[in-house]
């Protein structure tokens, strides 16, 4: 969940980002438009948008052609949003996805591993899964190796250390007693 979490202020803050960017150059484009230079012009703009006073002074027109023009790019920015937001969502729904695949590979690696460990076999093979999960999935971060859980860590880690005693112990056994045998055959 909070990889879901993340994501979404993640997608947030950069849908905000580019909204502001967005907003800044449609600011600049509207300050970039030429004012109305004629009366003409003026009742040219007015006809074609909405009727205004003929009384009216060439500054005020200008100003509602301006407010127009900017009421049609918020119009225009709200649907770019609605659009992004459905993005967001698709997202999050695959994110979900890939959360429930993972959990059901995790229990199933899980279950695996438990119900191999009823045999000599079984203990070796449930051993090197669970090393292989814990080096592949929990120090590399592969996506698809499961992660072991903490007593599972802690777990593989007291059998790692129990069988490294065990070489190590035959392999000073072996040495104690090949040795003597050198000394003898002289």
Do not use: C, H, Y
Not at 4 to 9: E, G, R, S, V, Y
Not at 124 to 151: A, C, D, R, S, Y
Request: charged share 25%; net charge negative.
């Amino acid at each position: 969940m909070a990889d879901i979490d993340q994501t979404l202020l993640t997608q947030q803050r950069q849908e905000k980002e580019f909204n502001e960017t967005r907003l800044a150059a449609q600011n600049e484009e509207a300050q970039q438009i030429e004012p109305v230079v004629s009366i003409t012009q003026a009742t040219e703009a007015r006809d074609t948008k909405k009727s205004r006073p003929v009384s009216e002074e060439p500054e005020e027109m200008e100003a509602d052609i301006r407010a127009e023009q900017l009421e049609a790019q918020n119009r225009e920015r709200q649907d770019m949003s609605s659009e992004e937001r459905f993005k967001t969502r698709t997202n999050l729904e695959q994110i979900q996805q890939v959360q429930k695949m993972a959990k059901s590979a995790q229990t199933t690696a899980r279950t695996v591993n438990f119900t191999s460990a009823a045999s000599i076999i079984g203990l070796i093979i449930t051993f090197i899964t669970m090393n292989l999960q814990l080096i592949l999935g929990n120090i590399f971060g592969v996506t698809w190796v499961p992660k072991l859980e903490t007593w599972e860590m802690v777990l593989i880690g007291v059998v790692d250390f129990i069988l490294w005693l065990v070489v190590i112990l035959i392999i000073g056994l072996m040495g104690a007693i090949v040795s003597p045998l050198s000394v003898i055959g002289k």
